[in-house]
T-cell receptor, first 113, second 114 residues
Framework: GDSVTQMEGPVTLSEEACLTI???????????LFWYVQYPGEGLQLLLK?????DKGSNKGFEATYRKETTSFHLEKGSVQVSDSAVYFC????????????FGKGTKLTVNP | DAGITQSPRHKVTETGTPVTLRCHQT?????MYWYRQDPGHGLRLIHY???????DKGEVSDGYSVSRSKTEDFLLTLESATSSQTSVYFC?????????????FGPGTRLTVL
């Protein structure tokens, strides 16, 4: 079945450090890929998405590129801020009629001043 | 803001009691979902609906039932709550009009079963 694997956390960084959170997937067909972010005490918010190979999603300084050859969708940011502290979830949705998302287990990021 | 509300936001109940959680949307989206979030598991789909009175099971549906009698409301019922159902429950919606469609999430309901 479809699955998403993302790097184990927690991740702790200093402000202005570079961030990479790895995400790889297994899916039939050509899935759409998503990164969601969950701030403390809140629901999930869509951070960015990509719908086909080589697409780059970007938002709030975060980027992720859909790499079909490596089945990956790594989340990157060049300079993190304290306000980026949150849990990040990678997810996929396969084409072909199913409207269900499959999530990774989440990676908690803490950014210290 | 995707126009999703969940009620109650917090609930404490005892083992064996029935519990109903409500998800309400204001945007007439076709698809609605119920997930649970647990440490070490991410989000797991419980049930989803693709229209009024049209529902299907997700990966962790045992012990849960759902109903959708109106487009805007999707109810999740625990017929007899157990401690293993202590979790945070999230509702989500999507238009379902393309494979690239995005799901939007509600604020969550924290349920504790004693």
């Amino acid at each position: 079945g479809d699955s998403v694997t993302q790097m184990e956390g927690p991740v702790t960084l200093s402000e202005e450090a570079c961030l990479t959170i790895n995400c790889t997937y297994t899916a039939t067909g050509y899935p759409s890929l998503f990164w969601y972010v969950q701030y403390p005490g809140e629901g999930l918010q869509l951070l960015l998405k990509a719908t086909k190979a080589d697409d780059k999603g970007s938002n709030k300084g975060f980027e992720a590129t859909y790499r079909k050859e490596t089945t990956s969708f790594h989340l990157e940011k060049g300079s993190v801020q304290v306000s980026d502290s949150a849990v990040y979830f990678c997810a996929l949705k396969t084409q072909g009629g199913s409207e269900k998302l499959v999530f990774g287990k989440g990676t908690k990021l803490t950014v210290n001043p | 803001d995707a126009g999703i509300t969940q009620s109650p936001r917090h609930k404490v109940t005892e083992t064996g009691t029935p519990v109903t959680l409500r998800c309400h949307q204001t945007e007439n989206h076709r698809y609605m979902y119920w997930y649970r979030q647990d440490p070490g598991h991410g989000l797991r789909l419980i049930h989803y609906s693709y229209g009024v009175k049209d529902t299907d099971k997700g990966e962790v549906s045992d012990g849960y039932s759902v109903s959708r009698s109106k487009t805007e409301d999707f109810l999740l019922t625990l017929e007899s709550a157990t401690s293993s159902q202590t979790s945070v429950y999230f509702c989500a919606i999507s238009r379902g009009d393309s494979s690239t469609d995005t799901q939007y999430f509600g604020p969550g309901t924290r349920l504790t079963v004693l």
